[in-house]
């Protein structure tokens, strides 16, 4: 499986106390991921990892995973991201997207090819599409209604209308 099969749910920052446990920054909205019994791919280490304690600590989740046994194993562990396959991605809403559905889309306005998402930034009030043009020049689409015509992940598109002045 390839790394871009994956997405990142967790991120271990460090280690906690003797026993194998680690401080993992959540980068999930779903709190499942982290419930005794979870599988969660670890990057650094190359292999799935099974959670068997979850607990909040500061911001911070402290798991203690099965295969860890002391902190001598769970200092090789950081700093590294804890994945699921996209597969497993919790389905959203109608119109809601995971970044790495939107990375990537080919991005029309009027009918004609513009460019290609390259990022998705999040601003607090709305997401910022980052998008190379055909000139490589690249800019800022906000993730506006007004701006986003339509996204179809089927065919990798993205319509757009362009703000005037944007260009």
């Not at 290609?116 to 997401?127: E, F, I, P, Y």
């Amino acid at each position: 499986m390839s790394k871009t099969d994956k997405i990142n749910v967790g991120k271990i920052i460090g280690v906690h106390g003797i026993k194998g446990q680690v401080k993992v920054e959540v980068l999930t909205d779903n709190p499942t991921r982290f419930e005794k019994g979870s599988a969660l791919w670890c990057e650094k280490k190359g292999a799935l990892l099974t959670v068997e304690t979850a607990n909040p600590h500061k911001g911070i989740l402290l798991v203690k995973f099965a295969e860890v046994e002391n902190r001598d194993m769970a200092e090789t562990l950081s700093p590294s991201y804890l994945q699921v396959d996209k597969k497993d991605a919790a389905p959203l809403p109608e119109g809601v997207y995971y970044y790495f559905q939107i990375e990537g889309l080919d991005v029309y306005t009027e009918g004609k090819y513009f460019g290609k998402v390259l990022s998705v930034q999040a601003t607090g009030a709305n997401d910022i599409y980052n998008v190379k043009m055909e000139n490589g020049k690249i800019i800022a689409i906000p993730a506006l209604d007004s701006v986003i015509n339509n996204i179809d992940l089927e065919s990798g598109k993205m319509e757009v209308t362009i703000p005037e002045g944007l260009l």
